[in-house]
Nanobody
């Protein structure tokens, strides 16, 4: 059974930092592209950052220079280091694992709230 479990969310003041983790089980983690998405209240889910199976990364323009995505293929875990947080970063952050259109999995999400 595939499980993606996010952790590390919480309430933080503007300018602060958080580190999200996504622990994966039930998949061959190293071959999956992993990504973080977020969904703010009343808005569509959006891609925040992605890291390929080979370690290449890509970020939404809104988080470039502030967020860093990484992965540990031994621990089957992905991370998102979030610095200089602002209220616009508030939302539920979801972990995604994708190998192709058939193998596409989601976590249940972790809430991040940034107060001004």
């Amino acid at each position: 059974q595939v499980q993606l479990v996010e952790s590390g969310g919480g309430l933080v003041q503007a300018g602060g930092s958080l580190r999200l983790s996504c622990a994966a089980s039930g998949i061959a983690f190293s071959i999956y592209a992993m990504a973080w998405y977020r969904q703010a209240p009343g808005k569509q889910r959006e891609l925040v950052a992605v890291i390929g199976s080979g370690g290449s990364t890509n970020y939404a323009d809104s988080v470039k220079g502030r967020f860093t995505i990484s992965r540990d293929n031994v621990k089957n875990t992905m991370y998102l280091q979030m610095n200089s947080l602002n209220p616009e970063d508030t939302g539920v952050y979801f972990c995604n694992a994708r190998a192709n259109t058939r193998y596409n999995y989601w976590g249940q999400g972790t809430q991040v709230t940034v107060s001004s």
